[in-house]
């Protein structure tokens, strides 16, 4: 079942105006894990490139996903109710920009690119991955253009530990893995 928990108010009349580019400007030099989050069922197969995925707490294992509010990748991972959060290795790039949008491809389309299966929950699982997570959508919470989404960890797979995809200064790079 999901849960709207509430919208945060979009009121800043009282804090400091900080400009949209300013904040993206920022944003953009602080590296991130890229991911694609998937998902199918009965609203549908999709999914999308992302580094907005943070772990949440490990008693319950959940982690957080932020989605466009008025994206149709939001409308699916909300009515089949499950995702999966597939995090990727260097030299995906190519997948990575499939999943973003990238080439205008439509979202059930976007599995043609990569080597999904079934995961243990019926969501996308890819084949891989350095990590992925299998979660069910628990609470939802509108926080201005955004929908945050908590996940519950059902299923955890752990791929070899190749080198890391990053997305940082607008641009992917690749993190050797650390021995």
Do not use: K
């Amino acid at each position: 079942m999901v849960r709207t928990v509430g919208m945060i108010s979009a009121d800043t009349s009282d804090v400091a105006a900080v400009s949209g580019s300013d904040y993206r400007e920022a944003m953009s030099r602080i590296a991130g894990a890229v991911h694609v989050v998937a998902s199918d069922g009965p609203a549908g197969a999709g999914g999308a490139t992302m580094t907005a995925v943070v772990s949440v707490t490990d008693a319950p294992p959940t982690v957080l996903i932020c989605l466009n509010r008025t994206g149709r990748f939001n409308a699916i991972v909300r009515g089949n109710g499950v995702f999966s959060v597939n995090t990727l290795v260097a030299g995906d790039e190519a997948l990575a920009n499939v999943f973003a949008g990238v080439g205008g491809v439509e979202h059930a389309d976007r599995f043609a690119q990569g080597a999904w299966r079934r995961g243990e929950s019926g969501v996308p699982v890819l084949d891989g991955a350095r990590a992925v997570l299998e979660c069910r959508v628990g609470e939802v919470s509108d926080v201005g253009s955004h929908t945050v989404i908590f996940g519950r960890v059902e299923a955890v797979h752990v791929g070899e530990p190749r080198p890391a995809l990053l997305y940082v200064d607008r641009s992917y790079r690749g993190l050797p893995a650390l021995d």
